[in-house]
């Protein structure tokens, strides 16, 4: 049984029934692309009758023992590979190296496909089956389409994903080892997307590109790792999160999740959240250092090391709010930083995670010196992917093995 009550407008707070086929606000939508998001609302009163920390405590760690909060009504139909539950790591090395006191990394690269888009595409998947799909398509540029392909896989349907030029091979090769159909697009993330959106309703194929801006239910799933957090660290919120993004939609998840926690009195605060873009894809944090509307910042051509984020517009006000909201902060990494991040986590603490996923470290450094999170503040720094998926860029900066014999001598000259 789903416990959502309805979908309501993030713009102008209109009310659908989820029975409405509706993926955007019908009034707000004209307004333009990105107008109009959908989010759903559960009936949290009859979640509470259900639910308290003990029952929650009670069940094993995995993103389904938070079902309630997830939008699937036949339990029959949900589409697993054990994804969630992942490890909250007190981090003391890098804590140290920083200057921070209390440093946790979210390890989201542990799950099943390597990344924390598994969240997602569980319940995407699930509720694609609840409807019957058979043939499902998504744009990306990598981690979702892997996971698009795995669960896809595990469901028995046939899945294509549509890739932008610039997705890196490794990704590539992931989704099509899953059984995934792979079209790489000549063209932008915007432009394989509008195709995959034009395919779709040519073939009647389900869209289940992570993007809110087509379906509300698409990001549910990340809320789940606010949960995690929250539980993690003794039902307490941290003082701050810090996340990387593109579309914002998983920032804007991840807020809900707090927010849901808080309003059940699971937890007493609330963490403030930090956006973290590379420079050169930076839209989101244009808006916020400049005071911008989300449709205030002209679309550009992306670039960054960060090749999860390269995005170069905001799809939306949902991330945004969650910065206003939570009393955030946004700030963007350079590619050099990135890189000695990604360097300083894996020595310091022996998680190896893709460069977009290294700028949380690299923007915790840069809110630190600037002065906005404070050395006594407990962070949580959120890593989205395995540092596997991108080894070009990891290749480039390692030595090379030393070549030797197989003898002590030789052994002896080098070391
Ligand atoms: C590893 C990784 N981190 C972060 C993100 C950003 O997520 P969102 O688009 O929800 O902002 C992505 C999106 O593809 C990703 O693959
Ligand atoms: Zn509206």
Redesign the pocket.
């Known amino acids: 049984m789903s416990f959502v009550r309805s979908l309501k407008c993030i713009d102008c707070g209109r009310q659908y029934s989820p029975g409405d086929s509706v993926s955007i606000c019908t009034q707000c939508s004209e307004k333009g692309l990105g107008f109009g998001l959908l989010d759903p609302v559960y009936d949290y009163d009859k979640i509470g009758e259900k639910l308290n920390r003990d029952t929650l405590q009670d069940r094993k760690p995995s993103l389904w023992k938070y079902k309630e909060f997830l939008p699937i009504s036949d339990e029959s139909k949900i589409v697993s590979l054990q994804e969630g539950g992942t490890p909250l790591i007190k981090c003391e090395n890098l804590s140290h190296e920083i200057g921070i006191k209390n440093l946790y990394i979210k390890n989201e690269t542990v799950n099943p496909t390597f990344?924390f888009?598994d969240r997602a595409f569980t319940v995407i998947i699930s509720r694609a089956l609840e409807q019957g799909a058979n043939i499902v398509a998504a744009v990306s540029d990598?981690?979702?389409g892997s996971s698009a392909a795995a669960y896809s896989a595990k469901a028995g349907i046939k899945c294509y994903v549509f890739t932008p030029s610039f997705a890196v091979s490794s990704k590539i090769i992931q989704m099509t080892m899953y059984g995934a159909k792979v079209f790489s697009v000549k063209g932008s993330l915007i432009d394989a997307g509008m195709l995959v959106i034009e395919a779709c309703e040519k073939y009647g194929w389900f869209n289940i590109t992570t993007a809110k801006v087509l379906n509300p239910y698409q990001t549910e799933g990340h809320k789940t790792l606010a949960y995690e957090i929250c539980e993690q660290l003794g039902w307490k919120s941290p003082d701050w999160v810090i996340s990387?993004?593109?579309?914002?939609?998983?920032?804007g998840a991840i807020w809900k999740g707090f927010k849901e926690f808080h309003a059940l009195g699971f937890i007493k605060g609330l963490p403030r959240i930090a956006a973290v873009q590379g420079q050169g894809a930076e839209p989101l944090v244009r808006a916020f250092k400049e005071g911008k509307q989300f449709f205030e910042v002209e679309q550009f051509e992306p670039e960054t090391i960060a090749d999860?984020?390269c995005i170069g517009m905001v799809l939306g006000s949902w991330p945004l709010n969650t910065l206003k909201e939570s009393n955030g902060n946004a700030v963007a990494v350079s590619d050099e930083e990135i890189l000695k991040a990604q360097r300083l986590l894996a020595t310091k603490e022996g998680i190896f995670v893709?460069p977009?996923?290294a700028t949380t470290i690299a923007g915790l450094r840069r809110l630190i010196n600037q002065g906005i999170i404070d050395k006594d503040e407990t962070v949580v720094c959120v890593v989205?992917?395995s540092g596997l998926k991108v080894l070009d860029v990891a290749m480039d900066m390692c030595a090379k093995p030393v070549q030797i014999e197989p003898s002590m001598s030789e052994l002896e000259k080098v070391l």
């Open positions: 990344s888009k990598g981690n979702a990387p993004v593109a579309s914002g939609d998983s920032l999860a984020l893709e977009s996923s989205t992917g």
